[in-house]
């Protein structure tokens, strides 16, 4: 197993975009998707934007609907995170791991494994 790797991460301006882009050598045991998670300085990590490998389901916490995109090469184990007019309260750490969705209820759980987290990546926006 390898951990995921993000990139894409920067410094910009409020109102600008940023693509983040995670690649994972393998998929997780039990995983049908993936998820991109944000962790504010001094805060615990969420789960802000998720998709399924089909690309049948997906999710975003409300705050980003409308601002953010999160798509998908399964062929290459990558999956994008696209911020369009970022806001001050973005910034944070971005990471990526692997999910288990559940139609019956919707429900999205993070796989659990000993590499189951990056580096992640570092999204500070200035307004």
């Known amino acids: 197993h390898v951990h995921p790797v993000e990139s894409g991460g920067g410094l910009v301006q409020a109102g600008e975009s940023l693509r983040l882009s995670c690649t994972a050598s393998?998929?997780?045991?039990?995983?049908?998707?993936m998820g991109w998670f944000s962790q504010p300085p001094g805060k615990g990590r969420d789960l802000v934007a998720a998709l399924t490998w089909s690309g049948d389901n997906t999710y975003y916490e409300e705050s980003v609907k409308g601002r953010f995109i999160i798509s998908r090469n399964s062929v290459q184990n990558t999956v994008y995170l696209q911020m369009n007019n970022l806001k001050s309260e973005d910034t944070a750490v971005y990471y990526c791991a692997a999910l288990s969705h559940r139609e019956d209820g919707d429900v999205w759980m993070q796989i659990e494994t000993p590499d189951a987290w990056g580096q992640g990546t570092l999204v500070t926006v200035s307004s």
């Open positions: 393998e998929r997780a045991f039990n995983s049908n998707g």
